[in-house]
């Protein structure tokens, strides 16, 4: 894995603060590199987060673990 050439980024809160992201979701649109794919409407809809043409299938805050239905 450290072989393969992986770009990180970091949302400081500074930035966050700066340009009004209060939600991850909004974070993540604001992510270079990563792509946000609807599917459905209104608040029961939901979406999928890919970079690199894979899934995002988990995520860490603070370097903890989200739970596996952290788009729901």
Not at 14 to 40: A, C, K
Request: glycine share 10%; aromatic share 6%; charged share 20%.
């Amino acid at each position: 894995m450290r072989e393969t050439p992986q770009s990180v980024s970091i949302v400081t809160r500074e930035r966050m603060d700066q340009q009004e992201l209060h939600s991850l979701r909004d974070v993540i649109n604001q992510t270079t590199g990563v792509f946000v794919e609807n599917n459905g409407a209104g608040i029961g809809g939901r979406s999928a987060w890919y970079s690199r043409g894979f899934v995002i299938e988990r995520l860490q805050v603070d370097g903890l673990l989200l739970p596996s239905h952290f788009n729901a």
